[in-house]
């Protein structure tokens, strides 16, 4: 067992979840408002898993949209209070910072880098600049991925 889970959240309707596993990084994607999406977390994560996690969470941007930016701030408000609750340690991660960490410019680019849906790669991107913040780095060759396993999906 890991000293406690780490996981990274894309927030969204699509919500992009990136969690470490043994064996890597495991994504999947969770639909709906953010009170489905938490409930839905805590069946696949459990209660126990995500009481002592560390949760990175993608800082709200700038957007061009004032609505994109309440819906966001309100879901990403929502899920941070809640996890909190839980006992997770909540932690906002700047996608810039992740993306830059990666050596990328844009959402595209670490979609290709990474591969899986864009709010996968986004969560996984949010999740390695988590670890690397935390000293706990997965050495990433960029050209080849290589050192880094991601598995995909709900079993």
Do not use: C, W
């Not at 969770?30 to 994560?45: E, F, K």
């Not at 340690?89 to 050596?103: D, H, I, P």
Request: glycine letters at 10%.
């Amino acid at each position: 067992r890991l000293k406690s889970s780490r996981i990274a959240l894309d927030v969204a309707t699509r919500m992009g979840v990136a969690v470490k596993t043994k064996e890597g990084i495991h994504t999947f994607v969770l639909n709906g408002d953010p009170i489905r999406q938490l409930d839905d977390l805590i069946d696949i994560l459990g209660e126990d898993e995500l009481k002592d996690a560390t949760v990175f969470i993608e800082q709200l941007n700038y957007f061009r949209n004032a609505s994109t930016v309440r819906s966001l701030a309100g879901r990403i408000g929502y899920l941070e209070h809640s996890l909190r609750k839980l006992g997770a340690n909540v932690e906002m991660v700047s996608a810039t910072a992740a993306r830059k960490y990666l050596g990328v410019k844009t959402k595209d680019d670490v979609r290709i880098l990474l591969g899986g849906s864009s709010d996968e790669a986004d969560a996984t991107a949010i999740l390695l600049l988590g670890l690397r913040n935390l000293g706990e780095e997965i050495p990433l060759d960029t050209e080849t991925q290589r050192g880094l396993t991601i598995s995909r999906g709900l079993s």
